[in-house]
């Protein structure tokens, strides 16, 4: 089993920044995949950015070059710098974990003001 709990979401204007947080606990060893998806009220849940456990990454388009994923293997955590945020990328941000399932964050909510 692995936990994740998220942190750090909140109300930014537009061209503001934050940073996520989520910190993994439990069968770590066990990841494979980490990552961070959203969604927006009526939208499907959408994959925002991934790091693998040799610190490779992907980015959607839409946040490429603004978003940084990263990963602190000491402390079980890993982060979503967001930055030049725009009021598109309002929207529920769930951490995921990929090991032998699926594991998902309870969401943190993200909201940007124009």
């Known amino acids: 089993q692995v936990q994740l709990v998220e942190s750090g979401g909140g109300l930014v204007q537009a061209g503001g920044s934050l940073r996520l947080s989520c910190a993994a606990s439990?069968?770590?060893?066990?990841?494979?995949?980490m990552g961070w998806y959203r969604q927006a009220p009526e939208k499907q849940r959408e994959l925002v950015a991934q790091i693998s456990g040799t610190s490779n990454t992907y980015y959607a388009d839409a946040v490429k070059g603004r978003f940084t994923i990263s990963r602190d293997n000491a402390k079980n955590t890993m982060y979503l710098q967001m930055n030049s945020l725009k009021p598109e990328d309002t929207a529920v941000y769930y951490c995921?974990?990929?090991?032998?399932?699926?594991?998902w964050g309870q969401g943190t909510q993200v909201t940007v003001s124009s």
């Open positions: 439990g069968s770590i060893r066990s990841i494979n995949l």
């Open positions: 995921h974990a990929l090991s032998l399932r699926n594991y």
